[in-house]
């Protein structure tokens, strides 16, 4: 059950969105607005399919520019929320030729209570239906943001049976005179932003010129010029053979073998150590 309050388009993308796909009579979107042709005999609108309901939502716009009466007897600009009754409809009605914004519930393409205001271009710039379950309301802004109601009335019985069935209609009318045009802008949106996409050569003023850092790593083979000659440090021990033709006497004391090792080797005749200290 899509709800009208849901329904949102600033008519900024130069194409007539999948949302207003019932549109009639010229509608165009142009120069960021919903653009309506207002052609003497000719209905012109903007208008989504019937899938939207009014109950328990919420409409509002911005009515940009207005017709002129011209030579015409029945020129207007009309925001419509429409049942699928034929002639009934409830919303606003911008009069060209007596300058009266009328808030009106049709039964049959009239409402006999209707409210007429006198035209405003700043206080009624914005316009907004909206239906809270228990009522409907017709309030106005010079801005959008401040709103001032204007009439209420009881929620007709249509709006909560015709569900996912109504329409939003923006059209216009004239019965003769000058060819001219209403356009609307904002619906449910103060955003009145655009995003364009173009192309653009784009040329540099200066060279900018980055210095390369460079990282190697390599893979080497390592080879000696010379081969590494190590020092050979040499302990021997030598034997020393004594001889002698006498006695060979020991004097009390030691022998410090640190310093010499003495092998005594024995010749063959028989020798006789003194040894004082045994």
Known sequence: MPLLTTLVDNF???????????????????????????AAGVYAGYQTGRAWTLAGASVYLKLVTLPAASTGTDVSANFLVTSATAGTSIGF?????????????????????????TYSPTDHLWLRLREDGTNVYWD????????????TLATPTWITEAVDTVALDLYAYRDAGTTDYVEWDNVNTLADGAVYTGTAALTSDS??????????VIDAELTADSGLAVAETQAHLDGAVLHASGDLT???????????HIRLSRPRSRWVVSAPWI
């Open 207 to 216: 060279t900018l010129a980055a210095a390369s850092i460079r990282s190697a």
């Open 140 to 151: 106005t802004s010079p801005n959008g943001s401040t709103w001032t109601n204007r009439r």
């Open 250 to 260: 020991a004097e009390t004391g030691g022998i410090d073998t640190a310093d010499a």
């Open 93 to 117: 009605k911008y009069n060209a030729v007596t300058s009266k914004l009328r808030l009106q519930a049709n039964v049959a393409y009239y409402d006999g209570a209707a409210i007429e205001l």
């Open 12 to 38: 900024n993308d130069a194409t007539i969105g999948p949302n207003w796909g019932n549109s009639y009579g010229g509608a165009t979107e142009t120069g960021g607005r919903a653009r309506v042709p207002c």
